[in-house]
């Protein structure tokens, strides 16, 4: 059996339903590490993406496609090594999407995961550029963003039915060598367990502490909607507190499943009073075997220096300083097959220089992968 590359978990409509279809392919590879040390997993997805009442300009439709390709060896039932390849910018860290346009011009492929992991009695470790190790949604964490340093994780099973989870990292996110560096320093605590015989619940705290001494590795991509000084750097400090609240209902069945997923979080370091975001999402199916349906809707919203703009979610134009409704639909409609459809509406909370208007994207995308 192939195992994917480990996915971060719990992420919002738009990329939460691939990632869990990979987490349950992990899973159930797991027990294989010792007849099949080397395994081997991949994707390919298509994408057609319309923007449409877009303020001050034309409506336009676009096309994207995105191919990864990954590997993991496992040396004995402690240590593995992974890495992966994937299209898309190497300096991107929130897109493995490639444009398709420029006049046919080959696709640019760049290493996006490269690490080894350690176990030692309910102890996990990672280094180099690394798997996302927290639980997230797209709010504060974009799917795609691999940080870079070290990471833990550490489980404790409290009852037949509670565990509690701890996870950290140290990122490295520019070292320079005159100056001062770039750092995050990041832990979460979690915990999970089920009520009654059809409800559980989850519910993880976290706080991240950057560091900014260097932006000379960032460029506009990077920066995004942050407020900046006059000589460039960011206006505010990130000490991020964030909040993810889970509820699930599974009185249906299986392939039924019903979850209520809310976030808050606040930026401690803001000096603005933009300094805060927050997102609800209720979701109902599952889409990880033959015929499987999901659907959700979400809403967010994130004031301008409320999350750290290089690293959160690219679904729409705006990083921060947005409104935003979303709709998803899922179906699995053979193995290893996904068709996807969404639809966001989304306008500034604040008028930028393109007006404060509603705009429309809708994507729809079919996945290959195993």
């Excluded at 992991?117 to 550029?129: P, S, V």
């Excluded at 947005?322 to 639909?329: N, V």
Aim: net charge negative.
């Amino acid at each position: 059996m192939h195992l994917p590359l480990l996915f971060a978990t719990s992420g919002l409509v738009n990329s939460r339903t691939l990632r869990l279809i990979t987490l349950c392919a992990c899973l159930a590879a797991h027990d294989a590490w010792a007849a099949e040390p080397l395994k081997v997993s991949g994707d390919l997805r298509l994408r057609a993406q319309g923007d449409y009442s877009v303020p001050n300009s034309a409506d336009r439709e676009s096309a994207q496609l995105r191919a990864r390709l990954g590997a993991a060896y496992a040396f004995s039932d402690r240590v593995i090594l992974g890495a992966r390849l994937t299209t898309g910018s190497a300096e991107d860290p929130n897109s493995t999407d490639v444009q398709l346009s420029d006049f046919d011009d080959d696709l640019e492929v760049s290493l996006d995961l490269a690490y080894a992991q350690l176990k030692i009695n309910g102890l996990e470790f990672y280094a180099g550029k690394i798997p996302q190790p927290f639980r997230r949604t797209d709010l504060v964490w974009d799917a795609d963003v691999n940080p870079q340093g070290l990471s833990a994780l550490y489980a404790h099973e409290l009852s037949a039915n509670a565990q509690l989870q701890v996870r950290s990292l140290y990122f490295i996110v520019d070292d320079q060598r005159t100056g001062g560096d770039s750092t995050m320093m990041g832990g979460q605590l979690s915990y999970e367990a089920e009520m009654l015989p059809d409800w559980s619940f989850d519910v993880s705290w976290a706080y991240y502490d950057y560091r900014l001494g260097s932006s000379a590795g960032a460029d506009e991509g990077d920066f995004r909607s942050n407020l900046r000084n006059p000589d460039g750097s960011y206006l505010s400090d990130f000490d991020l507190c964030d909040l993810i609240i889970g509820l699930r209902w599974s009185g249906a069945g299986a392939r039924w499943p019903v979850k209520i997923t809310a976030e808050y979080v606040e930026n401690l370091g803001a000096r603005t009073e933009a300094d805060s975001g927050y997102a609800i999402e209720l979701a109902a199916g599952r889409a990880s075997a033959d015929r499987d349906w999901r659907m959700g809707y979400g809403y967010s919203a994130a004031q301008t220096d409320a999350v750290f703009a290089a690293y959160s979610h690219d679904n729409i134009a705006l990083a921060t300083n947005y409104r935003l409704h979303t709709l998803t639909l899922d179906y699995v409609p053979a193995l290893r097959t996904l068709v996807s459809a969404n639809w966001y509406r989304y306008e500034p909370q604040i008028a930028t220089m393109s007006g404060k208007e509603w705009t429309n994207r809708v994507r729809l995308a079919v996945l290959f992968f195993f």
